[in-house]
């Protein structure tokens, strides 16, 4: 099916089972310990063998000699695979890092052994035997002294240019009646979900099946293909669980490749879990951003100048990390500059991570924002919607597909009880503490993307659907059914989504937000054949038939919609396919955050108090799990704040803090009551569904609206993030 805008009237708008609070169907395997994830599949290889990934303990230098005789003699090894033996391993397309790449070194853990044995103890006993001299060369660790050689970045991934000019941004700058000119840092960041990446990989022939945790099946066999060597099609992928993500399991990790190398070594099955303190090192992270800001505007606070610089690094051939992307499309204002540059480091690849570019830019746009709304002494609120814009401020011709920003803001200063901000810093106290409140705008890139699924009707009238989607733990299976069952007019109960096989038909999988629009996009499509296939075996007109309560009704007709299996399965297969939708509109999502913190007089502690998020994500599906990942992303965006934080040795090049108690995430004692507050609004133009995804809008803005309440309350301004206490002293 191809979609058509904007999207009738259909029956999703029917909202008696899609909009639905319904709890997650996995929600009672989950909190019983009963879910499956990829490590616990203990009965499709029982006789499994272990891995153990050895990690580089250089960042950057050459193997000069590596001696695996002793831990191949050692009890129970089955095999000690490194660059000499493995055969060569290419590299995927959507990350850059190498795997058992010696004799070269290109960062600190980068696997250069893995030890196969009968047991976990025994793999990594025997790990500790490997003998390795490595030639140390000078490396690369300090963004902060490599700003000079980093030229404009090449490309920039997710479709943006890396720079842009509209109109004369320095001109105009430097006529600015009123000039806000700042350096802001946001540091490298940590993915640091709960379940570790794991995989158990099994050959049978030249095929390989991975019971593995990833969050997109289509990068997933694309990537592994390429660096096996071997075609995608003979590489089969399941994910049925996904315990969190964030972007970190975008595509293949060392587990996933390294249990494949290993399984067909010594076939047998193997199973490899990435121990947590390689984790950091080894795999992908949010790179630490440097970003100028510049904005110009008149005296009565409209936006002149609007520029933003930003410099990350990354490995030899990374991609940069888009921070500039917000930026181009949140505020008006006739002259424009942004530019990302890109330098080599030679830490472990910075890649996507949850809400990658905007979550970062907008922790200094929006900072700019609340210092620039003080100079023309204007209320942040007011300031934000004196500068809205109904058309993307780099692209007149393309309208937003829908864009209620303004509305966020005014419904979040009203439920927020904003008008009891002062205005002066530090005027509140409660008894220690210093109180402050601080408000950010949000934005983020809302994309579609062509999504197949595949339904099957039985004669018990039991709907099964397959689609190649995840859960990363977000309400996946749920919103699929809910979206299958408002259209075949079946109770949720009646509905059965299987997720996360390769074998199944493709979706853009979870990232990047569009996971639930794109999967729920396919699910109409496939129903919409069913319900033609289904009219057309009854004898009723598709166009007139209303499917509802498990039944098919045309006038005084009806029938039982299970009677059209009565003679075997009804399958149906389709795609969504959205054509170039994404050149026809400016697609986002809309958000604003307000935060309200305590600050220790003495101490410089620094405590939120409580949060509110207003979300503009066209329908809601299901308003429960849509709060869940808001919630869950203004927790993330206070860990961002106040807390989260690779420290890089500049010595030795690695992250110091790599485990979660080096790396500090916020737990439930640091988080207060949240509320999030979604708009009621559609978004026809995208889709049938009308949806857009939800999941990183939440967490985008969400740390800049703390740090402008921890400036309200203190009058202490920081622009490098994390805000710790002694940077407030
Ligand atoms: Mo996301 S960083 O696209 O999971």
Redesign the pocket.
């Known amino acids: 099916m191809k979609f058509d805008t904007p999207a009738g009237p259909n029956p999703i708008d029917r909202m008696t089972v899609v909009g639905q609070p319904h709890n997650r169907f996995e929600a009672e395997l989950k909190t019983t310990g009963t879910a499956t994830y990829a490590y616990e599949y203990y009965n499709v290889a029982p006789n499994a063998a272990y891995g153990y990934i050895l990690g580089a303990a250089i960042a950057k230098g050459r193997i000069s000699s590596i001696d695996t005789r002793r831990a191949e003699a050692a009890p129970g090894v089955l095999a000690v695979i490194t660059h000499r033996n493995a055969g060569p391993l290419g590299v995927g397309k959507f990350y850059v890092q190498r795997m058992l790449a010696a004799p070269d070194v290109d960062h600190y853990h980068q696997p250069v052994a893995v030890v196969v044995a009968e047991t976990f103890e025994q793999a990594r006993a025997a790990s500790s035997l490997i003998r390795i001299d490595y030639a140390r060369s000078p490396g690369r660790f300090d963004l902060a002294e490599q700003l000079d050689s980093a030229p404009v970045a090449p490309q920039m991934e997710f479709g943006g240019p890396t720079e842009t000019q509209v109109g004369d941004f320095d001109q105009a700058f430097a006529a600015a009646e009123v000039k806000v000119d700042e350096t802001y840092t946001v540091p490298d960041q940590a993915h640091a979900m709960m379940e570790p990446h794991a995989t158990i990989a099994t050959w049978d022939g030249d095929r390989v099946t991975c019971w593995t945790s990833i ?1 997109q099946m289509n990068w997933g066999t694309r990537d592994l293909g390429l660096i096996l060597g071997i075609p995608r099609e003979n590489i089969r992928l399941i994910s049925t669980f996904i315990g969190g ?6 595509t293949v990790q060392s587990d996933l490749v390294l249990a494949a190398v290993a399984a067909r070594m010594v076939r047998r099955p193997v199973k490899i879990a990435l121990q947590r303190p390689i984790m950091f090192n080894n795999t992908i992270h949010r790179p630490k951003t440097i970003q100028r800001i510049r904005l110009g505007a008149s005296r009565d606070g409209k936006l002149t100048a609007v520029g933003h610089e930003s410099w990350s690094g990354n490995l030899a051939g990374g991609r940069t990390e888009p921070t500039t992307l917000s930026t181009r499309s949140l505020y008006a204002g006739a002259n424009r500059m942004t530019a990302v540059r890109l330098a080599t480091l030679d830490l472990a690849e910075g890649n ?5 570019g905007e979550a970062p830019g907008l922790m200094a746009l929006e900072i700019a924002m609340d210092e620039m709304a003080e100079k023309l002494g204007m209320d942040p609120v007011e300031f934000r919607i004196l500068n809205d814009t109904q058309v993307d401020p780099e692209n007149a011709d393309r309208p937003f597909s829908s864009r209620p920003f303004v509305e966020c803001l005014r419904t979040g200063a009203e439920r927020f009880g904003w008008s009891m901000r002062k205005s002066q810093t530090g005027q509140v106290r409660d008894g220690d503490w210093l109180i402050g409140m601080g408000m950010a705008g949000a934005i983020r890139g809302a994309p579609i993307s062509k999504a197949a699924a595949r339904v099957r009707l039985d004669r018990q009238g039991m709907l099964t659907v397959e689609t190649d989607m995840t859960d990363l733990g977000t309400g996946s299976y749920t919103i699929v059914q809910q979206t299958a069952a408002e259209m075949m007019g079946l109770p949720v109960e009646r509905v059965v989504a299987k997720l996360g096989d390769s074998s199944f038909p493709e979706t853009p999988g ?4 569009q996971g639930a629009p794109s999967v729920t996009a396919g699910v109409y499509a496939v129903c919409s054949k069913l319900r033609a296939m289904v009219a057309q075996r009854l004898g009723f007109n598709t166009a007139e038939a209303e499917f509802i309560g498990g039944e098919v009704r045309s006038g005084n007709r009806r029938a039982l919609l299970a009677s059209a299996a009565a003679d075997g399965d009804l399958v149906a297969e389709d795609v969504m396919e959205f054509g170039d939708l994404a050149k026809r509109f400016a697609i986002q999502t809309f958000g604003a955050h307000f935060s309200e913190v305590g600050v220790d007089v003495y101490t410089g502690e620094i405590r939120v108090r409580r949060m509110l998020a207003v979300c503009a994500a066209g329908r809601i599906l299901n308003p429960k799990t849509a709060r869940s990942q808001v919630i869950g992303g203004m927790t993330m965006g206070i860990g961002a704040a106040l807390m989260e934080e690779m420290v890089v040795d500049k010595r030795s090049g690695f992250f110091v803090n790599h485990d979660l108690a080096g790396y500090e995430v916020p737990v439930h004692a640091d988080i207060p009551h949240l509320e999030a507050a979604l708009l009621d609004e559609v978004d026809p133009a995208i889709s049938p569904v009308k949806a857009k995804g939800v999941g ?1 809008l939440g967490l985008t803005g969400v740390a800049p609206a703390v740090a402008n309440a921890v400036y309200n309350a203190t009058g202490v301004r920081v622009r490098q993030y994390p805000i710790t206490l002694e940077k407030l002293l």
């Open positions: 969050q993500g964030f972007g970190g399991k975008g996507a991570m949850r809400a990658p979870s990232g990047g937000q990183e």
